[in-house]
T-cell receptor
Framework: GDSVTQTEGPVTLSEGTSLTVNCSYE??????LFWYVQYPGEGPQLLFK?????EKGSSRGFEATYNKEATSFHLQKASVQESDSAVYYC??????????????FGSGTQLTVMP | DAGVTQTPRHEVAEKGQTIILKCEPV?????LFWYRQTKIQGLELLSY????????DGGAFKDRFKAEMLNSSFSTLKIQPTEPKDSAVYLC????????????FGAGTRLSVL
C-alpha cells in the first residue's frame, strides 16, 4: 500500500545551521506531495505542496523537490531560526480503496532549534 | 474566512463515560476528516466525510467511535464508552474539492481519560 517514511526525530540544531528532513514515499499513483508544520497547541498547517514531479515547492525559506525517480521529497532550509521549532510532517495524497482519496502522513519529525 | 473550529479544547473524562467532540469546518468545504494524534502512533484517520456522506470509517476505530455530519457546517465525534487508551489529541480537518486535497486543521481537542 501507499506509505510515507521520514527522518526519525527528534532533531536538535543551533540557530543558523542548515536543516534536511528526509522523506521517502511509496505509491503506484501520481500523488501530490505535501509538507505540513505543527506548532505547539495548534493543528498541522500546510507549509507547501507540489502536485507535479520534478517541481519544487517553497515557503518561509523551506523548500523541497518532488523527485519521482528517487521517490523522495526532502525538506531543506539553509539557515534555521528558533521560531522554526515545530513538528514537520511529510504527506502524500492518493486514491483510496473506497474510490475517494486519502492523505497519508509520515510519522513526523520534531525539530528544536537552540538560540 | 474563519478556519476550522473545534470545541472543547480540553476534555477530561472518567473511564466509561460518553464524550462528544465538536467541529465546524471552513465554510464551503466539502470534505471533513477526524484524526487522532498520539506521540506513538502519530496521525491516525478516524473518519472521512465527503458532502456529508461517510467515505472512510477508520477500520479499527469502528466499535466505540462514531462520527456524524449533522449538516454541512457541523460534525461530532462520539466516543462511547471512553477508555484510558483513548487519551490523545483529536483533530478535525476540512478540505475544498479541487484544492489538490489540501487539509485545513483545527487546533484540536486534548482528551484525558482517567
Amino acid at each position: 500500500g501507499d506509505s510515507v517514511t521520514q527522518t526519525e526525530g527528534p532533531v536538535t540544531l543551533s540557530e543558523g545551521t542548515s536543516l534536511t528532513v528526509n522523506c521517502s514515499y511509496e505509491t503506484k499513483q501520481y500523488p501530490t506531495l505535501f509538507w505540513y508544520v505543527q506548532y505547539p497547541g495548534e493543528g498541522p498547517q500546510l507549509l507547501f505542496k507540489v502536485p507535479k514531479a520534478n517541481e519544487k515547492g517553497s515557503s518561509r525559506g523551506f523548500e523541497a523537490t518532488y523527485n519521482k525517480e528517487a521517490t523522495s521529497f526532502h525538506l531543506q532550509k539553509a539557515s534555521v531560526q528558533e521560531s522554526d521549532s515545530a513538528v514537520y510532517y511529510c504527506a502524500l495524497s492518493a486514491p483510496s480503496s473506497s474510490g475517494s482519496w486519502q492523505l497519508i502522513f509520515g510519522s513526523g519529525t520534531q525539530l528544536t532549534v537552540m538560540p | 474566512d474563519a478556519g476550522v473550529t473545534q470545541t472543547p479544547r480540553h476534555e477530561v473524562a472518567e473511564k466509561g463515560q460518553t464524550i462528544i467532540l465538536k467541529c465546524e469546518p471552513v465554510s464551503g468545504h466539502n470534505d471533513l476528516f477526524w484524526y487522532r494524534q498520539t506521540k506513538i502512533q502519530g496521525l491516525e484517520l478516524l473518519s472521512y466525510f465527503r458532502s456529508k456522506s461517510l467515505m472512510e470509517d477508520g477500520g479499527a476505530f469502528k466499535d466505540r467511535f462514531k462520527a456524524e455530519m449533522l449538516n454541512s457546517s457541523f460534525s461530532t465525534l462520539k466516543i462511547q464508552p471512553t477508555e484510558p487508551k483513548d487519551s490523545a489529541v483529536y483533530l478535525c480537518a476540512s478540505s475544498l474539492r479541487g484544492s489538490q486535497n489540501t487539509l485545513y486543521f483545527g487546533a484540536g481537542t486534548r482528551l484525558s481519560v482517567l
